[in-house]
């Protein structure tokens, strides 16, 4: 079974300023979706950016980017500009393309903005 | 607006006790989750539904039961079998053969245990 790893429980990061949360996956597939939510203290879980693994293209959205590297199975989200709206735990999760059912999600990254 | 409705947002359980969690979607989704967010861990799969009266195991299903009676509805109880049911519950759907399209959430439900 595919699993997903975020290597930093927390993280930290000064208001307006550039921070980067790592995730790696351990797959054999070679097509899948990889997704970055965001959870704030209210709880509800909200997409932040998608990207496809046959994309070459790194996919963005307003201030958030992600650098995915496939043969290193590396998907890290990058925050340009922190706002302390930001602060959230942020999840990783990966998607089988042949199994819709199948998100798997990675243990979290709790991001705090200082102002 | 359309959405999933979680209720409620928090529920005690009496020990030898069955709780329903209730989830509603109005996005006409056709596949619906059920997940377990426990503190360090991500979440965790107990149910899924593609289709209206049936229903899939997912990772951890042991001691939960659902229905899917209607498109919109898919409530999760947590059974007495549950031995350790205190965790954050989310609901989610999506289309089906979602591929890129996210699964979209609710608010989620804290279950504790009295």
């Known amino acids: 079974a595919q699993t997903v790893t975020q290597s930093q429980p927390e993280m930290s990061v000064q208001e307006a300023e550039t921070v980067t949360l790592s995730c790696t996956y351990d797959t054999s597939e070679s097509d899948y979706y990889l997704f970055w939510y965001k959870q704030p203290p209210s709880r509800q879980m909200i997409l932040v950016i998608r990207?496809?693994?046959?994309?070459?293209q790194n996919a963005t959205e307003n201030r958030f980017s992600v650098n995915f590297q496939k043969a290193a199975k590396s998907f890290s989200l990058k925050i340009s500009d922190s706002q302390l709206g930001d602060a959230a735990m942020y999840f990783c999760?990966?998607?089988?393309?042949?199994?819709?059912?199948?998100?798997?999600f990675g243990a979290g990254t709790r991001l705090t903005v200082k102002p | 607006d359309g959405g999933i409705t979680q209720s409620p947002k928090y529920l005690f359980r009496k020990e030898g006790q069955n709780v329903t969690l209730s989830c509603e979607q109005n996005l006409n989704h056709d596949a619906m989750y059920w997940y377990r967010q426990d503190p360090g861990q991500g979440l965790r799969l107990i149910y899924y539904s593609q289709i209206v009266n049936d229903f899939q195991k997912g990772d951890i299903a042991e001691g939960y039961s659902v229905s899917r009676e209607k498109k919109e509805s898919f409530p999760l109880t947590v059974t007495s079998a549950q031995k350790n049911p205190t965790a954050f519950y989310l609901c989610a759907s999506s289309i089906l053969g979602a591929g890129s399209q996210p699964q979209h959430f609710g608010d989620g439900t804290r279950l504790s245990i009295l």
């Open positions: 990207q496809e693994a046959y994309k070459q």
């Open positions: 999760a990966y998607r089988s393309v042949y199994n819709n059912n199948d998100m798997r």
